[in-house]
DNA sequence: CCAACTATTCTATATATGTCAATACATATT
DNA sequence: AATATGTATTGACATATATAGAATAGTTGG
């Protein structure tokens, strides 16, 4: 029985606007390709950034973990921080250049579903209102 | 080592194009919903409206593993198609009234994704281009 | 009978996600 | 000095989802 993605819609009084829909994690890697694109940073920062962007629920480890993993791609680069800041040590993430092509092609995706979208919101409404 | 959702904009000549985005698997079931609140059909014809949405590059077996989810959830209801066409028997799907309420509130949400994408293209194209 | 098209299901395997706990450093409080 | 609080990141486990291909099956036309 599905619970998160599939089922997400589902949720009533209890979790909505608590808990993010399928459509929302599967931004979170351009999003955070996005953020990076502008400077370089690390997690702990992108985390807050992230909430500007509309995207509040997204557990801090899942964010690390998507770091992580496009370091293993290869799309961005970590280095530790040098200047000592109020805290433990921390990964500066910055896109490489692949991570640069990455986004560009993410970015053509981004309008593509924003297509999609704006398709699937007006023939919902042609029922409905229509007006 | 990640490569499917995670990883999928990396495809160069090989896939781009032919292999969907997280993003887009996201949207199959508000897509279906939103589909079967026009009329209720089976599974095959819904395969052929998807496309006319512009998700084209979406597994059958995916849509139908998507229909009996939903069915499990309720959202949907399904009865063998009585009249006889072409081909074996086939499962017509139709909503059910929690499915309209689903369905409202993954409207919703596809509004809130809207909103989400505008703003991270907004902010991606902030740095380049700018015009 | 065979091919081609319509239609759906199953199974194996690979990936992703959610959640919680652990670790760690720095600074301020008692 | 012990403790709490805020900053910062990692690990491990269970569960959910995705992908692809094969299997099954009825219908129509040659």
Redesign the pocket.
Known sequence: ????????AMGRENNMGE??S?VT??L??PALLILLSEHPQ??????AELQTLGMRT????????????MELLEWIQ?DW?TD?????????YRLTSQGEFVLTSWLNELENSQEMIKNMLARANRQNGEK
Chains 1, 2 share one sequence.
């Open positions: 029985m599905p619970r998160h993605r599939r089922g997400w808990r993010h399928p994690i599967s979170l890697e690390h997690g702990y920062t992108l985390l997204i557990h801090p480890s899942v964010v690390y973990r998507t770091l992580r993993d970590s921080d000592q800041t109020q805290g433990p040590p921390r990964r500066i």
